[in-house]
């Protein structure tokens, strides 16, 4: 029988609910229970799958092809649960549901309203798929007050009261604040927080309080007065050097045990911790560093390759090294010199992204790689602009281009209108929706022998997430191998290019998959710790 755990937000946006969802996740993990987590956005998408890198950070995929929020990549990470497309609900979805039905006549007639309608689409999308579950930690996206977010607040509140105390519990993620002025830490925004989340009928039973630095005892004895909880349910949430210490930092805190308390569970084992400790002495204490030059798009914004920067992290503590990730605009390489930029670094990353903006100079990024042996990485749209220089640069192809960009007189990547998906044929056309009709979710892919993929994974067979609508052309891939670059993994029909790299290189490989959405600290990725460990090697000889 699941119990289930709702995390809210208060007074500002960004305070990492769904990072204390994760470690909150990883230390019932750690005392034996089982877990899985879910995000509710109150957005009116229906995904985040047509949201910009800007407004939303990255879309992070599902084995089953859900397009879903960065947060689900936390609780992955931090508990190596897979996420499923019942992990991610969005108010659009749930709207979509509800009118669905009234559409159907579901609802005989009756009037459609919030009340009862769609709080009991959310309560049906929180209670679904738990089988199995010791836990299910439910966080709540947005901040209290919000508009949209009322809806949600309703549900969760009649689940409360209808589960009891005994199955449910409520966490409320605040802001505390220093003003320097005053050389104060003020708790007032967390006591207002708490008053708007119980003018809604939902009290606290723990309220995790997010500072820059230590909160006096006195400070968490007032929010407990005011707010209506013990002082021992007051648990700070002090900022860290790295996110990998949090779990660490939450457990000092006494943050689950006092969960446990709650459910009156307080007796069992202690946490076993001994691997976040070894990952964070990793992390504080490497042994050397690497610079890794990540060339893409959404440059400005650190969210919009999340998991990518995770990942390149988890291959540095795979090495034991520290890793120095360069941001890098591709535009800048319409105006200056590769050189300028990539001189020094060890590594060269070219993301997945979508558009014509900055391609010119991705592909620099990519003949810079190739020409001075310098480790090379290319992410889905990383491994098109791949194969566009080669046939550009070696294949006599000048007019190679991708039909993303128009109609081109070589279209080496070309849009998908068919694949398989398991015994299924997908189908899909130019004129499509946007919308959840990429390929989408893990497929398998097939290495060569021989290949330095294969070496890598140690395993001739594969499965990785995709998210992309254009394909490497498997009809130049002989032109592309007598150029040099070799296809090494393919779909199991082999019609689809999944990997390519090049023989006469020290390490250069293409994917059309996101390996990094698979990686955890705990368990790296091989290509991201190849890749990193390529660049050490290449460290010694800049």
């Not at 090049?502 to 698979?518: A, C, I, S, Y």
């Amino acid at each position: 029988m699941a119990r289930f755990i709702f995390i809210t937000g208060g007074v500002v946006s960004s305070l990492g609910k769904g990072l204390s969802s994760a470690a909150l996740g990883a230390l019932l993990q750690s005392r034996g229970f089982t877990v899985r987590l879910r995000k509710f956005d109150p957005y009116l998408n229906v995904d985040p799958g047509t949201m910009s890198p800007y407004q939303h950070g990255e879309v992070y995929v599902t084995d089953d092809g859900a397009e879903t929020d960065l947060d689900l990549g936390h609780y992955e990470r931090f508990t190596g649960v897979p996420a499923r497309r019942s992990d991610s609900t969005t108010a659009g979805r749930i709207y979509q549901t509800v009118i669905a039905r009234e559409r159907r006549g579901d609802y005989l007639g009756g009037t459609v309203q919030v009340i009862p309608h769609v709080t009991d689409a959310i309560r049906e999308a929180v209670m679904a798929d738990t089988d199995g579950a010791d836990f299910v930690l439910v966080e709540i996206g947005g901040t209290v007050g919000d508009i949209e977010g009322l809806p949600f607040f309703e549900a969760i509140r009649q689940l409360g009261y209808e589960l009891g105390p005994e199955r449910t519990m409520f966490i409320h993620l605040t802001l505390v604040p220093y003003i320097p002025s005053a050389g104060e830490i003020k708790t007032k925004p967390t006591q207002h927080s708490v008053k708007e989340l119980r003018s809604i009928g939902i009290q606290p039973d723990l309220i995790l309080c997010r500072s820059d630095r230590p909160i006096p005892a006195s400070d968490r004895r007032k929010i407990a007065l005011f707010c209506n909880v013990a002082v021992e349910q007051v648990i700070p949430a002090i900022d860290v050097d790295t996110i990998y210490q949090v779990p660490i930092a939450y457990h000092e805190q006494g943050f689950d045990t006092q969960v446990l308390k709650h459910f009156n569970m307080a007796d069992r084992r202690e946490p076993d911790l001994a691997r976040w400790i070894e990952i964070v002495r990793r992390v504080r204490h490497p042994e050397g560093e690497v610079s890794i030059a990540v060339v893409g798009k959404y440059t400005g914004l650190r969210d919009a390759y999340k998991s990518l920067a995770e990942a390149l992290t988890h291959g540095g503590i795979a090495n034991n090294v520290r890793v120095d990730m360069q941001w890098i605009d591709s535009q800048v390489f319409e105006s200056e010199t590769t050189a300028e930029h990539l001189e020094n670094v060890h590594g060269i990353l070219v993301p997945g992204g979508f558009g014509g903006r900055g391609v010119s100079g991705k592909i620099e990024a990519v003949r810079f790689a190739r020409t001075r042996g310098v480790p090379y990485f290319g992410i889905c749209f990383g491994m098109q602009m791949a194969v566009i220089e080669t046939a550009r640069n070696l294949a006599g192809l000048p007019g190679a281009n991708s039909t993303e960009f128009g109609p081109c007189q070589d279209p080496v990547v070309g849009l998908m209108t068919e694949w398989m998906q398991g015994n299924a044929l997908e189908r899909r056309a130019a004129g499509d929706n946007l919308g959840g009709t990429m390929r989408l979710g893990a497929y398998d892919a097939l290495l060569s022998p021989g290949s330095q993929v294969r070496e890598i994974y140690g395993r001739e067979r594969i499965s990785e997430r995709h998210r992309h609508r254009y394909e490497v052309n498997v009809n130049y891939r002989d032109i592309l191998e007598g150029a040099g670059l070799r296809v090494v993994g393919v779909s199991p029909d082999g019609a689809l290019p999944e990997i390519i790299e090049r023989d006469d290189h020290p390490w250069f490989v293409g994917v059309q998959f996101h390996p990094e959405l698979k990686s955890k600290p705990f368990e790296p990725h091989p290509l991201f710790a190849s890749f990193i460990r390529a660049a050490v090697e290449q460290s010694r000889l800049v």
